[in-house]
């Protein structure tokens, strides 16, 4: 089904932008795991919109309430239903969408496969606000994940082409993961713009503002490393860690690109310069080079395993653009109303991190 | 299961690279489809091996035995199974590689999850020979998807860096697509090595000749567009035509990046840039440019289908490599034995045409 | 997963007895469809417990909220979520169960299964209390296959050996199935104790009566018959019709036992006994006699569609039994507390009907 | 899809009676399991047919040839295909049924499913025939069942009416059961037709005797016993231990009711008849009484898990039968021709354990 990912742990994801609510059921958890619920919230939080100029000024407390397969804080071993309901919305924003498809969103496609009878308001199912359940159940199994001495961490790798500096991989490791489960860059900020460089992290921002300015927006990179991979995780072709990681990964609004490891850049090299050669470190075998991101035949190799996301810029725009009335089978013009974010990247990044949970979980066959 | 593709059709692919035989099963086609074998063989052939300089000398006919669900050369609504025959097989020469891991092959994460007991000649069911079941059942689909007007058709975008020139959408539209189902580039050489640009094939086909004779070998970026798609295929969320392609086009040995329209480009663009405005032709609706490849919402939009996949350079290299013994424990010197493309991505055009062939059929739902 | 059904539709089911909320989630049902509220409603009285002497005092109003998949009273395609509150718990009934397993009951396998987190209370996820999501998405269906022309129609064949009286088939057919879509027997009494014969009905009644007085509990057979079926639904081997409606109507807690047609009659006779013979009304394919249930190879031949559940007694009786205190590991007596069904076949009626809505749906591929 | 099964192992079943060949894949099995093919010939010889009076004279040899996931007798981790040539089949015997369905046979509903390009020949994919592959998968993992201390052990219960003596489990346990793996009863005769009571045996077959020579066929229940399960496999609601082999069963042609423990029995019973009551044994919880068949809430408690399947007479036989020419649609009388069992019941003991270990392995989750 459309909305369900995953073979051994099953995450169901359901609502509409403007439903009642939104929610998640993820089956297949063990029974016995603890949830810390502020840590979870904290995690959500990182996803929340209105936090700051370069996002939406809407308000979503966005705090999930828990309806079934937990027993105060502890999994009880059947399905764990969480809701958010929907309160802050302005459904007449969007009266002038429902014949008129917004370019760049699946307005239009989803009134070909729906028929007129889709929920348009808000994106319906296609709402970028369906990522708030994927953050519940990712933000449940990261805290899993890191009982076994699996983090995961990710930066703004690029915003509008901006690119930031460092490598995440050996940044995290020196700077960044701790015991204590804090594992995302720029702490004081909670996270909220993760750059190795401060500096970059800034010209992005002004580069957001400066876009937001003009009633445009802007799209960016995102990196995301998983550390403490086991080798061995993974399965050979259709269900390898990266058909897994690219199922849900490409289930986030906005993503058109994926690559492990160096990517299309592996694409310029010979053999010699790509392979990564193996040698032993205190008894373990290791790469000396990581340009596989961690995955060698679907199957993890005990490196950090390594993707990044390209997002495309938000669709809704301030600006005028051109589209077709549906009804009428006019040509006409279009301003999209509502309040959205000029760039998706900075809450996009907890969502990468909640997919790459849930992909490495189900995997790991715990 | 891991070896398994599809949700409407369900492709299941077995063998290992020196096993008695490798096939496919293909399950979930109608009754009453008439295959063409003749044109099935032909699209088998631009994937078989040693037809020239840039390609494993190794023979290998690569012709399937159909076993069940065809009634002389029309489906009859079971499964279908067909087998190719390992005969070619020289597995003494995979004797080093027990303890050896070849860097850049699937050897060490094959042995952490498999153990002693894996298959290790010639790469098991890691093996790039997996991709031939693939085509055959690709070959048989794409077959039904032109009876719907659906046509597919691929380029070799480039090759260690050197870019071919032209549009893959415009050049098809004019000197490719026939109703005769010719849909490949370069008719004259069997759509052997498909580049708009003649000249750019030869540099090509020239870088990699040098790299070969340096013992070395290249990757490469192929680039397909599936023609014809109707408006409202592809599901929302986990199952848009995203997904669904990435899940399959990443179980072919050596993809490591996927994009699809402008994908990476997409991130260094404003959203003024990037949307895809809509306008009317002769009634229908359609987008001014196709940055989205075709997708809204994992939807398509009936614009053509757009993807690249970026292959990593054939990790079998004759220069020697730095590996580990995995019985001793040791470091080592290994040289790769056997014959080896110096470069896959001319022989894995069909591949890519065969998984999007699948992935398009299996969510169209027929 | 093991509380997900379907292929075409996916139904997953979540909740504990006394969780906050017990739910469903039902994926794959097309957009447009018009859901009859207070005809769900009616649906769900049918099983809700409290409305006689043969049922569990509890009262329970059970009435959905439906949180996505739906604007106003109609489907928007997306998946679609209805929760039931749990409110009327009396947890602290459930204390001494936490040690002591209830023989009959699944609270010993729960305890080796999911350990000492499982949620006891009420049954938890075990709980006959999860069959009213169950008929949340078989009540939504059954008026889908409604306007389809399939009835779905059932009686309470027989309880603690007292046999209904008369066929259903027959009955149903000239009594019983209109176009307002009234298909249950016994309108009067809103289908709460159907069976053809009244009379036979008042026996089994009275039975239940005299066997709740000695504290004890009874079993019973419920028919099912499916009308309106047309010829070639379900497939062969493992997605028969049988082997689909088995997977679903097991899930129901109690059943024991299944049988299509004549089922383990069918052992009993010769191949010119139970064999259908074939002929023709008005132009039709019909068979003269029933004995396969309208299935035959899995797949339905557009006779009636007939199946039988056997329930086992409610195994929550007032008689002391003996058991095991799992903490002390000593043998105990146990007097099972709490309110209970002294016979779940009434109820189970809708619930049997849900099901099989459900997979008839399903197998339908609408 | 429909001819797989499986969620932690997936078998799937390809072949039609006619075609070249019939086989399995049987995906999910762990590297390093030795297979003892001696043993798994002798298991599939039990289903072989033309061995005596009461099956049909067809002689096949029915010998798997192993084409992927097994080096040398070895597990390799990735999926196992085994195939089976069809040699002795005589096609023209079926040319009158193209347009005249056998009464009891899939021949109607297979070509309302199918239409005119379904495979008639020999029942196609809907023929027992396909049960060999089903046994090539089940002899598999009963052998690696038995590693774990789990058999399987099956009686003949009763055919037309003719009923065993004694109890499966105690005779089992007492007589059958041995470390050397010889699982089934009356060993003289390599189990062929397994009854507890040999007078009870004698007395069946002389039943079938009699009918064959009317030109008639027989029905018959199989009993199967599973011992050594351990407790807490199987999962809740629609993944529990009944419906796990429920819809397995239900795939062996013939089948029509399926019963755990005493099955259609308890509807008649009371709770405290019904009732296993909890008592210890040398410190293990253990039930007094078994009429769950060892399955409560889904899920194994340690004790025998048991079910019987009824099987209904063989549809094919030698009486003349009314019938429909589907052509002419025109009433007509029908003759069915070719070789055929009286009674399929001897040959589908090996099935139903073949059904029965593949079910219990897939639950094991090993």
Tied chains: 1, 2, 3, 4.
Excluded: W
């Excluded at 996803?47 to 999930?64: C, F, I, M, Q």
């Excluded at 713009?193 to 400066?210: H, N, R, V």
């Amino acid at each position: 089904m459309s909305s369900s990912y995953g073979n051994n742990i099953r995450l169901t994801i359901f609502g509409q932008s403007h439903s009642p609510a939104i929610g998640m059921t993820l089956e297949g958890i063990p029974a016995g795991k603890r949830i810390d619920f502020e840590k979870l919230n904290d995690f959500m939080k990182r996803r929340a919109p209105g936090n700051n100029a370069y996002s939406t000024p809407r308000k979503e407390a966005d705090l999930p309430e828990f309806l079934s397969g937990v027993v105060g804080n502890v999994t009880c071993g059947t399905p764990i239903t969480a809701i958010i309901r929907n309160t802050n919305t302005r459904s007449q924003d969007y009266n002038i969408l429902k014949d008129v498809p917004r370019p760049g969103h699946a307005d239009y496609t989803g009134v070909v496969k729906y028929g007129p009878d889709r929920d348009y308001t808000g994106g319906g199912h296609f709402s970028g606000r369906l990522t708030a359940p994927l953050c519940i159940a990712g933000g449940i199994v990261k805290q899993f994940l890191e009982e076994e001495g699996i983090y995961i961490c990710s930066r703004i790798a690029s915003i509008g082409g901006i690119e930031d500096e460092g490598d995440l991989v050996d940044y995290a490791q020196k700077y960044v993961l701790t015991s204590s489960g804090q594992n995302y860059l720029n702490p004081g900020a909670e996270g909220e713009f993760p750059t190795i460089s401060a500096e970059q992290g800034e010209k992005m921002k002004a580069f957001i503002a400066e876009k937001k300015a003009e009633g445009d927006s802007v799209g960016g990179i995102i990196e995301c490393a998983v550390f403490g991979m086991p080798a061995g995780v993974g399965d050979p072709m259709f269900d390898g860690m990266e058909n897994r990681i690219a199922q849900i990964v490409f289930g986030i609004p906005a993503v058109k690109g994926l690559e492990f490891g160096n990517g299309f850049e592996a694409a310029r090299l010979t053999g010699s310069q790509n392979n990564d050669p193996f040698y032993l470190e205190n008894g373990q075998v290791r790469t000396k080079s990581n340009n596989c991101g961690g995955i060698l035949g679907g199957i993890t190799n005990g490196m950090p395993l390594i993707f990044r996301a390209a997002f495309k810029p938000t669709p809704s725009i301030a600006k005028e653009q051109d589209s077709v009335n549906l009804k009428t089978m006019e040509e006409t013009k279009l301003v999209v109303p509502g309040r959205h974010d000029p760039c998706i990247v900075p809450r996009a990044v907890p969502c990468i991190e909640a997919a790459a949970a849930v992909a490495v979980y189900d995997a790991l066959k715990i």
